[in-house]
């Protein structure tokens, strides 16, 4: 039960506060860089290789010029006059705009056409005819280092291999020590596959470059502008477009989940042409395009071990990942942490030594991975951990529950100080579990499970207690590009006691508008309704590094609540000077301040706020207002008990998901409306890899299922009813105690469901399955263990 | 939509439609309900220079039952399947495909005689319409014709349907008592083509002999396909398990699916014989009712 402090009213924390900006978005009012249209644009369309590794021998555009509308095609030589050709990943690896020579994946830009229209635009890509010798491509990221295989970045001097970095984290002595003595060993082969983040909108910009002004306006589908803004003058200040001159517009976004955090090149084309013509030009990506070129996810090849004992303690685990790049790293992981957060991948258990490894390499295909709906590859390591655990189960006999219970680090251990050196802020597992297991009556699956094994039928019971790590974060470790991953907020309070809030983060769906002045409205008493917020300008807003890896709450939100904090101090002031008492006589509750055991003697917020501007103490600064930057002191670390069922039919290898229970603790809610609607979301994002997405290449580096037609993601349809809940454990360091939920559920849900059908299929031998896990699959299992026909 | 430049009319006789395929020849296509066309249009698979739009003739999208044989105008969309009490009380397995066929959306545009027309072995009525032995009625400027479905499908994306003519009318037979019909696919996600798809309409005489089997495949094999050999082993036979299970091994034998990422066609094959015994079972339930 979640108790509120604030009234209905002021509806402050807690309380399910109808989202703001539904009003329009229901209502078709929403505005998105598609909706934007100004005098004299033009548009632009990309032609595209067909190839995944080839050299360019000529572009000639002579048919496509001829076409009415169309005014200049753009390639790679034509930006290398003005040396913006290439252009630098977010982790610092380079990438090409447009290419001068060679091509490194399929869908990869080759030119751009500019056109009056965008019908002129695309028949003029169309048009636009592209030689290419194709050169054998390396798509096995496994083969990828073989002495044999060409070396793709050549324009990396010096470079004689396709690795790009390694990384390692955890004591390898002490970890081969336990696992070389341990009675227990267990080991699987994952592959996490690289599936895209499909938003509903696709990316895309309008440039709007004034020749007058010299000034860039910047509208585009961004999670993170104030970031673009810097990027965009690091890569652009040598032309003349530096920081003061750029303004970044991020409008309504449809969705971003990590896909809208990296610079495309279509952006960057953009730019140019403008800069060049003078005029601003429109570039909206079609579906199959977003789908094909844009930056991935995921793509790691982990092996996983765990040693125990064998009465089911754990002693240590090990993970050895081969992460596939793409051609170039465009990952958006924070500088320092080449693999992301990926070290959270010890779990929620309490055991003392872990060795984690990783290398990374290029392939021909698209460049990424993004950290979809995830903080920076946390999905991949709570899938590597949560599978191998219920692996380590099987092996031992035990069930998979009752060893979590066992093995969970204790509510009174917390903070936590992990094998791969993070410090859990707190948790309780155990009392999450123990719900899920109550919620989905744990007790009475396993007996009809084993009822129905008897019966040749297939069920499965698949459990996922996560830990999750979000908030980047702490400014000491935390930076992009240099840049420190603190967040802000701005509070305006306008004489009449209503506000305007600004942040540097930048909603996609989250429910900022909502959430954030129901944040304010806890810590200053004014009604949430009465508060305006606004993100996505960097003209207006406060500097601040985005939204994504569920860090808008724990980063922005708690810049909203000291920002709030230092108001009310002065509100405090204000309050004493007009009731003529001292500070300390005063008392606060929310929205007024009132004095010690006289409560009539009162002055509300609004009161104080309208005396700010007309009637205020004497040396005190007028107005009321205030920013903070907040630089978190830690991450935070929700946690979560996930319980999936399965039905699996034995001949067509369909699996119905019966049941899924989710409880979520992602410490104090702010809006629980919110929270569930993130949740359900998340989820379903979680059933996506686990049963339907992957993107699927071919040898020759051809996308398989480059449409919605093949690439499947799931609907209402294919959902399964939800089950949610929560279990509140605050955040400790937090100004309010909250954690970030975004992506908990898409994080968790992978491995609760793939656990459930290698439960299902466990008796006949099956240890693992590779996600998604499809009815084919599982037929072809089911087939080889004499169960289908 | 950013599709190659076209030119379009929409006539609202079918004599107009005529002399407007005439006129334009090859370069011309009908756009019924345009969720075959449209989505090939904006991959630029296809680029017609002309677009004859027939959605404003009138007199087309009726359901009945006249003369013997249930009569589906070819303009009536799958929804008006979905929503057709005639329909949902007397062929349920039109209603077993309808709902079967992409989403809500899709069903209020497309229309049953585009998913016939486009010759597209992963439709779903071929198959319905193969089970329920349909005749298709194709007009020109010079008259009428009808075509048995089994004559129907010549290929890929090609059926009897010829330049100058347009699809206005489906036929059924309608059934005699004793008989049930249904129909299934298994599909990756909704909205998705079949993996594997199976109709079946059966008859049975009063002491349980089959006196009519239809057997129809969808997307086994490169036109839509009626499993003959399954139909013959059940005419005439009480429909025993053995008797259903050898017409389910016979689909399974004779289907020519291909791989793809729906499935091998070990598997496609495997889920034919599957399909195929669970829709015998379930249009006899039907039939007993």
């Given at each position: 039960?979640?108790r509120?402090k604030?009234?209905?009213?002021?509806?402050?924390m807690?309380?399910s506060?109808?989202r703001?900006?539904?009003?329009r978005f229901?209502?078709?009012k929403?505005h998105?860089v598609?909706d934007?249209?100004?005098?004299?644009?033009l548009?632009?369309?990309i032609?595209?290789s067909?190839?995944?590794?080839a050299k360019?021998k000529?572009?000639?555009a002579?048919?496509?010029?001829?076409i009415?509308?169309?005014?200049?095609v753009v390639?790679?030589?034509d930006?290398?006059?003005?040396?913006?050709?290439?252009?630098?990943?977010?982790?610092s690896?380079t990438?090409?705009?447009?290419?001068?020579?060679?091509?490194?994946?399929?869908?990869?830009e080759?030119a751009?056409?500019?056109?009056?229209?965008r019908?002129a635009a695309r028949?003029?890509?169309?048009?636009v005819?592209?030689?290419?010798?194709p050169?054998?491509?390396?798509i096995?990221?496994?083969?990828?280092?073989?002495p044999g295989a060409?070396v793709?970045r050549?324009?990396?001097?010096g470079k004689?291999?396709?690795?790009i970095?390694?990384?390692?984290?955890?004591d390898k002595?002490a970890?081969e020590?336990i696992?070389a003595?341990?009675?227990?060993v267990?080991k699987?082969?994952?592959?996490?596959?690289r599936?895209?983040v499909?938003s509903?909108e696709t990316?895309?910009c309008?440039?709007d470059?004034?020749?007058v002004?010299?000034?860039?306006?910047?509208?585009?589908?961004t999670?993170a502008?104030?970031?673009?803004r810097t990027?965009?003058?690091?890569?652009a200040?040598h032309?003349?477009?530096t920081?003061?001159?750029?303004?970044v517009?991020?409008?309504d976004i449809g969705?971003g989940f990590?896909g809208?955090?990296?610079v495309y090149?279509?952006y960057v084309?953009?730019?140019?042409v403008?800069?060049?013509?003078?005029?601003p030009?429109?570039?909206?990506e079609?579906?199959?395009e977003n789908?094909?070129a844009?930056?991935?996810?995921?793509?790691y090849h982990i092996t996983a071990?765990?040693?125990g004992?064998?009465d089911g303690?754990i002693l240590?685990t090990?993970?050895?990942?081969?992460?596939?790049?793409?051609?170039?790293?465009a990952?958006?992981n924070p500088?320092k942490?080449?693999?992301?957060l990926f070290s959270?991948g010890?779990?929620s258990?309490?055991?003392?030594?872990?060795?984690?490894?990783a290398?990374?390499?290029?392939?021909?295909?698209?460049p990424?991975?993004?950290a979809?709906r995830?903080?920076?590859r946390?999905t991949?390591?709570?899938?590597?951990?949560?599978?191998?655990t219920d692996?380590?189960?099987?092996e031992?006999?035990?069930?998979?529950?009752?060893l979590r219970m066992?093995?969970f680090?204790?509510?009174e251990?917390f903070?936590?100080?992990?094998p791969?050196g993070w410090?859990?802020d707190?948790?309780?597992?155990h009392?999450?579990?123990?719900k899920?297991?109550?919620?989905v009556?744990?007790e009475?699956?396993r007996?009809?499970?084993?009822?129905?094994?008897?019966?040749?039928?297939l069920m499965?019971?698949?459990i996922?207690?996560f830990?999750e790590?979000?908030g980047?974060g702490?400014?000491?470790d935390f930076?992009?590009?240099?840049i420190k991953?603190?967040d802000s907020?701005e509070?305006?309070v306008?004489p009449?006691?209503?506000?305007?809030a600004r942040?540097?983060t930048?909603s996609?769906g989250q429910g900022?508008?909502?959430?954030?002045?129901?944040i304010?409205?806890e810590e200053?008493?004014?009604p949430?309704e009465?508060?305006?917020v606004?993100e996505?300008?960097?003209?207006?807003?406060?500097?601040?590094l985005g939204?994504?890896?569920?860090?808008s709450?724990p980063t922005?939100g708690?810049?909203a609540?000291v920002?709030a904090?230092?108001?009310r101090d002065?509100?405090r002031?204000i309050?004493a000077y007009l009731l003529?008492?001292s500070?300390?006589d005063?008392?606060w509750?929310?929205g007024?301040?009132?004095?010690k055991?006289a409560?009539?003697?009162a002055?509300?917020?609004?009161e104080?706020v309208?005396?700010?501007?007309?009637?205020?103490?004497l040396?005190?600064?007028?107005?009321?207002e205030a920013?903070h930057y907040?630089?978190?002191?830690?991450?935070t670390?929700?946690?979560?008990?996930?319980?999936c069922?399965?039905?699996?039919d034995?001949e067509?290898?369909?699996?119905k998901v019966r049941?899924?229970?989710a409880i979520?603790?992602c410490?104090?809610i702010?809006?629980?409306?919110?929270v569930?609607?993130?949740v359900?979301?998340?989820?379903?994002q979680?059933l996506?890899?686990?049963?339907y997405?992957?993107?699927?290449?071919?040898e020759?580096?051809?996308?398989l299922n480059?449409?919605?037609?093949?690439?499947?993601v799931?609907?209402?349809?294919?959902?399964?009813?939800?089950?949610t809940?929560?279990t509140v454990t605050p955040s400790?360091?937090h100004?309010?105690?909250?954690?970030?939920?975004?992506?908990?559920?898409?994080?968790?849900?992978p491995?609760a469901i793939?656990?459930?059908?290698v439960?299902?299929?466990?008796?006949?031998g099956?240890?693992?399955?590779?996600i998604?896990?499809?009815?084919?699959?599982?037929w072809?299992i089911?087939?080889?263990?004499g169960?289908?026909? | 939509?950013i599709?190659a430049p076209?030119d379009?009319a929409a006539p609202?006789?079918?004599?107009?439609?005529f002399?407007l395929?005439e006129q334009?020849?090859?370069?011309?296509k009908i756009?019924?309900?345009g969720?075959s066309?449209?989505?090939m249009?904006?991959l630029r698979?296809?680029?017609?220079?002309f677009l004859?739009?027939?959605?404003n003739i009138?007199g087309l999208?009726?359901?009945?039952?006249?003369d013997?044989?249930?009569?589906?105008?070819a303009m009536a969309?799958e929804?008006?399947?979905d929503?057709s009490e005639l329909?949902r009380s007397r062929?349920?397995i039109?209603?077993d495909?309808?709902?079967l066929?992409a989403?809500p959306?899709v069903?209020n545009?497309g229309?049953i005689?585009?998913n016939i027309?486009?010759?597209d072995?992963a439709n779903d009525h071929?198959?319905?319409?193969?089970a329920?032995?349909?005749e298709?009625?194709i007009?020109?400027?010079e008259g009428?014709r009808?075509?048995?479905?089994?004559e129907?499908?010549?290929?890929?994306?090609?059926?009897?349907v010829q330049?100058?003519?347009?699809l206005?009318e489906?036929r059924i037979?309608?059934?005699?008592?004793?008989?049930?019909?249904a129909?299934?696919?298994l599909?990756?996600k909704?909205?998705d083509?079949?993996t594997?798809?199976?109709?079946?309409q059966i008859?049975v005489?009063g002491k349980g002999?089959?006196?009519?089997?239809?057997?129809?495949?969808t997307?086994?094999?490169?036109?839509p396909?009626?499993?003959?050999?399954?139909e013959e082993?059940?005419l005439?036979?009480?429909m025993?398990e053995?008797?259903?299970a050898?017409?389910?091994r016979?689909?399974?034998?004779?289907c020519?699916?291909?791989d793809?990422?729906?499935?091998?066609?070990?598997?496609?094959r495997?889920?034919?014989?599957?399909l195929?015994r669970?829709?015998?079972?379930?249009?006899?339930?039907?039939?007993?009712?």
């Amino acid at each position: 039960m979640i108790r509120c402090k604030t009234s209905k009213e002021i509806g402050g924390m807690g309380h399910s506060v109808k989202r703001k900006e539904d009003a329009r978005f229901i209502q078709g009012k929403g505005h998105y860089v598609d909706d934007i249209h100004l005098p004299g644009m033009l548009h632009m369309d990309i032609v595209r290789s067909p190839y995944a590794y080839a050299k360019i021998k000529s572009i000639n555009a002579e048919e496509a010029l001829k076409i009415p509308g169309v005014l200049a095609v753009v390639t790679g030589k034509d930006l290398e006059k003005y040396n913006l050709h290439w252009m630098p990943t977010l982790m610092s690896d380079t990438q090409m705009v447009l290419p001068t020579d060679t091509v490194m994946y399929q869908a990869q830009e080759v030119a751009a056409v500019i056109a009056t229209d965008r019908y002129a635009a695309r028949d003029g890509k169309e048009a636009v005819i592209v030689e290419y010798e194709p050169m054998k491509p390396v798509i096995d990221p496994h083969k990828s280092l073989d002495p044999g295989a060409p070396v793709l970045r050549t324009d990396k001097p010096g470079k004689n291999d396709n690795h790009i970095w390694h990384w390692e984290v955890g004591d390898k002595t002490a970890t081969e020590k336990i696992f070389a003595e341990a009675d227990v060993v267990v080991k699987e082969q994952m592959h996490i596959p690289r599936i895209h983040v499909a938003s509903i909108e696709t990316c895309g910009c309008v440039a709007d470059y004034d020749k007058v002004n010299n000034h860039l306006t910047m509208y585009m589908t961004t999670q993170a502008p104030h970031a673009i803004r810097t990027v965009i003058a690091l890569v652009a200040g040598h032309v003349g477009l530096t920081e003061e001159k750029i303004r970044v517009v991020s409008p309504d976004i449809g969705g971003g989940f990590g896909g809208k955090v990296p610079v495309y090149p279509g952006y960057v084309i953009a730019i140019a042409v403008s800069f060049l013509v003078g005029k601003p030009v429109k570039w909206v990506e079609d579906r199959s395009e977003n789908l094909q070129a844009d930056s991935f996810a995921r793509d790691y090849h982990i092996t996983a071990e765990m040693a125990g004992t064998k009465d089911g303690k754990i002693l240590a685990t090990r993970f050895k990942i081969l992460a596939d790049h793409g051609y170039t790293d465009a990952s958006a992981n924070p500088s320092k942490f080449p693999t992301g957060l990926f070290s959270i991948g010890t779990g929620s258990y309490d055991y003392g030594a872990a060795f984690m490894e990783a290398d990374a390499v290029y392939t021909n295909k698209p460049p990424g991975g993004v950290a979809y709906r995830c903080s920076f590859r946390v999905t991949e390591a709570v899938h590597a951990i949560e599978r191998i655990t219920d692996r380590f189960a099987f092996e031992i006999g035990k069930d998979p529950a009752q060893l979590r219970m066992e093995n969970f680090i204790k509510k009174e251990d917390f903070p936590w100080k992990s094998p791969t050196g993070w410090t859990y802020d707190s948790g309780d597992y155990h009392a999450g579990l123990l719900k899920a297991m109550e919620v989905v009556g744990y007790e009475e699956l396993r007996k009809e499970q084993a009822e129905k094994r008897e019966r040749g039928e297939l069920m499965g019971i698949g459990i996922s207690t996560f830990t999750e790590i979000v908030g980047a974060g702490p400014s000491r470790d935390f930076d992009i590009l240099g840049i420190k991953m603190f967040d802000s907020a701005e509070i305006r309070v306008h004489p009449t006691g209503k506000a305007i809030a600004r942040f540097g983060t930048k909603s996609q769906g989250q429910g900022h508008e909502t959430t954030y002045a129901q944040i304010i409205a806890e810590e200053l008493g004014i009604p949430a309704e009465h508060i305006q917020v606004e993100e996505g300008d960097t003209d207006t807003a406060p500097y601040g590094l985005g939204t994504y890896a569920s860090r808008s709450t724990p980063t922005a939100g708690a810049a909203a609540a000291v920002a709030a904090r230092k108001l009310r101090d002065k509100a405090r002031k204000i309050a004493a000077y007009l009731l003529e008492v001292s500070e300390e006589d005063l008392e606060w509750e929310p929205g007024k301040f009132f004095v010690k055991g006289a409560p009539e003697k009162a002055k509300t917020i609004q009161e104080i706020v309208f005396a700010a501007y007309t009637n205020h103490p004497l040396g005190m600064e007028a107005g009321f207002e205030a920013t903070h930057y907040y630089d978190p002191p830690n991450l935070t670390f929700p946690s979560g008990a996930y319980i999936c069922v399965v039905d699996i039919d034995k001949e067509t290898g369909e699996i119905k998901v019966r049941r899924f229970v989710a409880i979520d603790d992602c410490g104090n809610i702010i809006n629980p409306m919110i929270v569930q609607g993130q949740v359900h979301g998340g989820l379903t994002q979680g059933l996506a890899p686990a049963m339907y997405e992957q993107l699927i290449y071919d040898e020759d580096g051809n996308i398989l299922n480059g449409t919605f037609m093949d690439y499947l993601v799931p609907t209402a349809v294919e959902s399964p009813n939800w089950e949610t809940g929560h279990t509140v454990t605050p955040s400790p360091h937090h100004p309010i105690g909250a954690k970030g939920v975004g992506e908990s559920p898409t994080v968790g849900a992978p491995p609760a469901i793939a656990n459930a059908i290698v439960d299902a299929l466990s008796h006949l031998g099956v240890t693992h399955i590779d996600i998604p896990i499809t009815p084919f699959k599982v037929w072809k299992i089911l087939k080889e263990k004499g169960v289908a026909q | 939509m950013i599709p190659a430049p076209f030119d379009y009319a929409a006539p609202n006789t079918l004599a107009e439609a005529f002399a407007l395929l005439e006129q334009h020849g090859d370069d011309a296509k009908i756009l019924a309900g345009g969720h075959s066309l449209i989505p090939m249009m904006k991959l630029r698979f296809a680029s017609p220079a002309f677009l004859v739009d027939i959605n404003n003739i009138p007199g087309l999208s009726y359901i009945r039952e006249e003369d013997g044989y249930l009569r589906i105008g070819a303009m009536a969309r799958e929804a008006d399947l979905d929503h057709s009490e005639l329909i949902r009380s007397r062929y349920p397995i039109f209603t077993d495909a309808s709902k079967l066929i992409a989403d809500p959306q899709v069903r209020n545009m497309g229309t049953i005689g585009g998913n016939i027309a486009h010759g597209d072995a992963a439709n779903d009525h071929p198959a319905v319409m193969l089970a329920m032995r349909a005749e298709v009625v194709i007009s020109s400027a010079e008259g009428q014709r009808t075509v048995p479905i089994d004559e129907f499908f010549y290929g890929f994306y090609m059926t009897a349907v010829q330049q100058n003519e347009i699809l206005t009318e489906i036929r059924i037979p309608i059934p005699p008592a004793g008989t049930g019909n249904a129909y299934h696919k298994l599909e990756r996600k909704v909205g998705d083509y079949a993996t594997a798809g199976v109709a079946v309409q059966i008859t049975v005489d009063g002491k349980g002999f089959c006196t009519y089997a239809g057997i129809g495949l969808t997307n086994v094999n490169p036109t839509p396909m009626r499993a003959a050999r399954s139909e013959e082993a059940l005419l005439g036979q009480k429909m025993t398990e053995e008797a259903i299970a050898e017409a389910a091994r016979l689909a399974a034998e004779d289907c020519n699916p291909s791989d793809d990422l729906r499935g091998d066609e070990e598997y496609k094959r495997a889920m034919v014989g599957v399909l195929t015994r669970r829709m015998i079972h379930k249009a006899l339930e039907r039939a007993r009712r």
